[in-house]
């Protein structure tokens, strides 16, 4: 992965990052090339050794394809999750922090239907948030709305909004979709 200063990325756990620098340093006796990232959401500085962006997890922002499959995750209906909270926690933890972005769709629309039907712990409230903030930092970048869009935007979703391809609907993303059970018999129709 070859990345320039000014380059958005996206950063396991903390979301969307801002190349500020490209330097090399002397380590214990060898030239390595670091990046600095800033986080966008926060005021974070992390310096990232060049040759362990990958093993990290930092990324290019997901396309319109990688968004679509995060979409059909947020509306996904049967879903098995454990049963025991500790169990349960860790396991949404595991995903928030792997940097996959479906993984942390899984955890946005797993805590937003528990928190619907049966309420949330503090901290699987405070997971829900992190997860949420997370993904929509992501869907702003990749649509170029801002993150309150986003967040609006995975929120219908979640309630069965079915949006359309980035460029087919209006600059928020949030305009010209159907509802999940309206867009099948359109879709049929093609």
């Not at 396991?91 to 996959?100: I, Q, V």
């Not at 409230?125 to 993150?147: F, G, H, N, W, Y």
């Not at 219908?156 to 391809?165: N, T």
């Not at 309206?182 to 129709?189: H, Y």
């Amino acid at each position: 992965m070859e990345f320039k200063v000014g380059e958005t990325v996206v950063y396991p756990h903390h979301g969307a990052a801002l190349i500020e620098d490209i330097s090399e340093r002397i380590i214990r006796g060898e030239k390595r090339l670091y990046l600095t990232l800033r986080i966008v959401q926060g005021d974070l500085t992390i310096q990232v050794p060049a040759d362990s962006l990958e093993e990290v997890g930092i990324r290019n922002v997901s396309d319109e394809d990688r968004l679509t499959e995060v979409f059909a995750v947020l509306r996904e209906k049967e879903i098995e999750e454990p049963a025991n909270w500790s169990r349960r926690y860790k396991a949404n933890g595991e995903k928030l922090t792997s940097g996959d972005v479906k993984r942390v769709a899984e955890v946005v629309r797993d805590l937003s239907r528990r928190e619907s039907v049966r309420g949330l712990s503090a901290g699987e409230k405070r997971m829900l948030s992190q997860a949420m903030t997370v993904l929509a930092a992501e869907v702003a970048l990749a649509r170029e709305i801002s993150a309150g869009e986003a967040t609006v935007l995975v929120e219908r979703i979640l309630d069965g909004y079915v949006p359309r391809l980035h460029g087919e609907d209006s600059e928020s993303g949030c305009v010209g979709g159907e509802k999940e059970k309206d867009a099948r018999p359109a879709a049929a129709e093609e």
